[in-house]
Protein backbone atom coordinates (compact mmCIF):
# COMPACT_ATOMS: atom_id res chain seq x y z
CA UNK A 1 0.00 0.00 0.00
CA UNK A 2 1.13 2.83 -0.92
CA UNK A 3 1.38 5.91 1.96
CA UNK A 4 0.01 9.13 0.30
CA UNK A 5 0.96 10.91 3.85
CA UNK A 6 4.10 12.11 2.90
CA UNK A 7 2.81 13.59 -0.15
CA UNK A 8 0.04 15.32 1.73
CA UNK A 9 2.69 16.34 4.61
CA UNK A 10 4.92 17.74 1.57
CA UNK A 11 1.77 19.53 -0.06
CA UNK A 12 -0.60 19.97 2.39
CA UNK A 13 -2.81 22.53 -0.02
CA UNK A 14 -1.71 20.29 -2.97
CA UNK A 15 0.59 21.08 -5.53
CA UNK A 16 -0.31 23.81 -7.16
CA UNK A 17 -1.47 27.36 -5.03
CA UNK A 18 -5.04 27.21 -2.81
CA UNK A 19 -7.55 28.67 -5.03
CA UNK A 20 -5.81 27.96 -8.39
CA UNK A 21 -6.80 25.79 -11.63
CA UNK A 22 -4.58 22.79 -12.30
CA UNK A 23 -2.94 22.55 -15.84
CA UNK A 24 -2.52 19.14 -15.49
CA UNK A 25 -5.56 17.64 -14.02
CA UNK A 26 -8.13 20.58 -14.87
CA UNK A 27 -9.68 20.86 -11.40
CA UNK A 28 -9.90 23.81 -8.51
CA UNK A 29 -7.74 23.29 -5.72
CA UNK A 30 -10.50 23.25 -2.59
CA UNK A 31 -11.07 21.67 0.43
CA UNK A 32 -12.04 18.35 0.33
CA UNK A 33 -15.24 16.53 1.65
CA UNK A 34 -14.77 13.74 4.41
CA UNK A 35 -17.46 11.80 6.51
CA UNK A 36 -17.08 10.80 10.20
CA UNK A 37 -19.90 8.05 12.00
CA UNK A 38 -20.51 8.09 15.21
CA UNK A 39 -22.04 5.04 16.07
CA UNK A 40 -23.40 4.38 19.44
CA UNK A 41 -25.15 1.35 21.29
CA UNK A 42 -25.79 0.35 24.66
CA UNK A 43 -23.96 3.95 25.89
CA UNK A 44 -20.83 2.86 23.69
CA UNK A 45 -19.35 4.74 20.76
CA UNK A 46 -17.29 2.50 17.96
CA UNK A 47 -14.00 3.62 17.48
CA UNK A 48 -11.00 3.04 15.43
CA UNK A 49 -7.13 2.62 16.27
CA UNK A 50 -5.14 3.92 13.24
CA UNK A 51 -2.85 1.97 11.68
CA UNK A 52 -1.08 5.11 9.33
CA UNK A 53 -0.79 8.13 9.40
CA UNK A 54 -2.48 10.86 9.98
CA UNK A 55 -2.25 10.03 13.59
CA UNK A 56 -1.26 6.83 13.73
CA UNK A 57 -1.69 5.35 17.08
CA UNK A 58 -4.64 7.43 17.75
CA UNK A 59 -8.19 6.48 18.06
CA UNK A 60 -10.76 8.09 15.47
CA UNK A 61 -14.26 7.26 14.86
CA UNK A 62 -14.57 5.65 11.44
CA UNK A 63 -14.66 7.41 8.20
CA UNK A 64 -12.73 9.17 5.52
CA UNK A 65 -13.22 10.92 1.86
CA UNK A 66 -16.68 11.22 0.22
CA UNK A 67 -15.56 9.24 -3.54
CA UNK A 68 -17.08 10.19 -6.90
CA UNK A 69 -20.74 9.73 -7.66
CA UNK A 70 -21.32 9.32 -3.87
CA UNK A 71 -23.97 10.79 -1.63
CA UNK A 72 -22.13 12.05 1.78
CA UNK A 73 -25.10 9.74 3.28
CA UNK A 74 -23.29 6.83 0.98
CA UNK A 75 -19.55 7.90 2.32
CA UNK A 76 -20.72 7.27 5.55
CA UNK A 77 -22.47 4.08 5.23
CA UNK A 78 -19.47 2.70 3.10
CA UNK A 79 -16.47 3.84 5.18
CA UNK A 80 -18.34 2.25 8.03
CA UNK A 81 -18.74 -0.92 6.45
CA UNK A 82 -14.89 -0.81 5.01
CA UNK A 83 -13.41 -0.19 7.96
CA UNK A 84 -15.31 -2.10 10.89
CA UNK A 85 -17.09 -4.56 8.93
CA UNK A 86 -20.85 -3.53 10.28
CA UNK A 87 -24.18 -2.58 8.31
CA UNK A 88 -25.26 0.55 9.03
CA UNK A 89 -29.24 0.52 9.42
CA UNK A 90 -29.64 4.75 9.37
CA UNK A 91 -27.36 7.97 9.35
CA UNK A 92 -28.42 11.35 10.77
CA UNK A 93 -26.05 14.23 10.33
CA UNK A 94 -25.34 15.61 13.66
CA UNK A 95 -22.65 18.68 12.34
CA UNK A 96 -20.66 19.73 9.62
CA UNK A 97 -16.86 20.58 11.16
CA UNK A 98 -14.79 23.00 8.78
CA UNK A 99 -12.26 24.33 11.36
CA UNK A 100 -9.11 25.10 9.22
CA UNK A 101 -6.89 23.62 12.03
CA UNK A 102 -9.01 20.23 12.24
CA UNK A 103 -6.37 18.37 10.44
CA UNK A 104 -2.98 18.83 12.09
CA UNK A 105 -1.32 18.07 8.65
CA UNK A 106 -2.73 21.20 6.83
CA UNK A 107 -4.96 19.36 4.56
CA UNK A 108 -8.46 21.44 5.60
CA UNK A 109 -11.27 19.00 4.84
CA UNK A 110 -14.33 19.18 5.52
CA UNK A 111 -15.92 17.28 7.86
CA UNK A 112 -20.07 15.93 7.32
CA UNK A 113 -20.17 13.97 11.05
CA UNK A 114 -23.18 11.48 11.40
CA UNK A 115 -24.87 9.60 13.78
CA UNK A 116 -25.59 5.84 13.12
CA UNK A 117 -27.46 2.96 14.24
CA UNK A 118 -25.03 0.07 13.20
CA UNK A 119 -26.50 -3.37 12.22
CA UNK A 120 -24.83 -6.93 11.80
CA UNK A 121 -20.83 -7.29 11.54
CA UNK A 122 -19.28 -9.58 8.94
CA UNK A 123 -16.22 -10.04 10.80
CA UNK A 124 -14.42 -8.25 8.12
CA UNK A 125 -12.27 -5.19 8.43
CA UNK A 126 -10.03 -2.94 7.13
CA UNK A 127 -6.36 -4.55 8.16
CA UNK A 128 -3.98 -1.59 6.11
CA UNK A 129 -5.71 1.28 7.90
CA UNK A 130 -7.39 0.01 11.11
CA UNK A 131 -5.42 -1.76 13.73
CA UNK A 132 -8.27 -2.39 15.91
CA UNK A 133 -12.04 -1.72 16.38
CA UNK A 134 -13.84 -1.26 20.00
CA UNK A 135 -16.59 0.23 21.83
CA UNK A 136 -15.73 2.48 24.59
CA UNK A 137 -18.30 3.47 27.29
CA UNK A 138 -19.52 7.07 26.72
CA UNK A 139 -17.65 8.11 29.82
CA UNK A 140 -14.50 6.28 29.99
CA UNK A 141 -12.77 7.24 26.04
CA UNK A 142 -9.01 6.60 25.12
CA UNK A 143 -6.62 9.62 25.64
CA UNK A 144 -4.89 9.54 22.45
CA UNK A 145 -8.16 10.62 20.04
CA UNK A 146 -7.77 11.71 16.35
CA UNK A 147 -8.64 14.84 14.59
CA UNK A 148 -11.50 16.90 16.06
CA UNK A 149 -13.57 13.43 16.98
CA UNK A 150 -13.07 14.55 20.96
CA UNK A 151 -15.05 17.73 20.19
CA UNK A 152 -17.59 15.51 17.64
CA UNK A 153 -18.23 12.92 21.03
CA UNK A 154 -18.96 15.66 23.16
CA UNK A 155 -20.98 17.94 20.55
CA UNK A 156 -23.09 14.41 20.54
CA UNK A 157 -23.30 13.91 24.45
CA UNK A 158 -24.09 17.73 24.78
CA UNK A 159 -27.20 17.16 21.96
CA UNK A 160 -28.65 14.26 23.92
CA UNK A 161 -28.78 16.13 27.08
CA UNK A 162 -31.13 18.28 25.32
Given at each position: ?TNHHDDWVA ?44 QKGFWSFPG ?99
Amino acid sequence: MTNHHDDWVAHPVGAIPKGSWCEHCKRFNVRNSTTTVIGIKNNKVLMVLRKTDPQKGFWSFPGGYVSWDETIEQSAIREVKEETGYSVKSVSLQGVYSDPKRDLDGRQNIDHCFIAEFGDRDGTRDKLEIADIKWFDLDSLPDKIAFDHRTMIEDYKKNIKQ
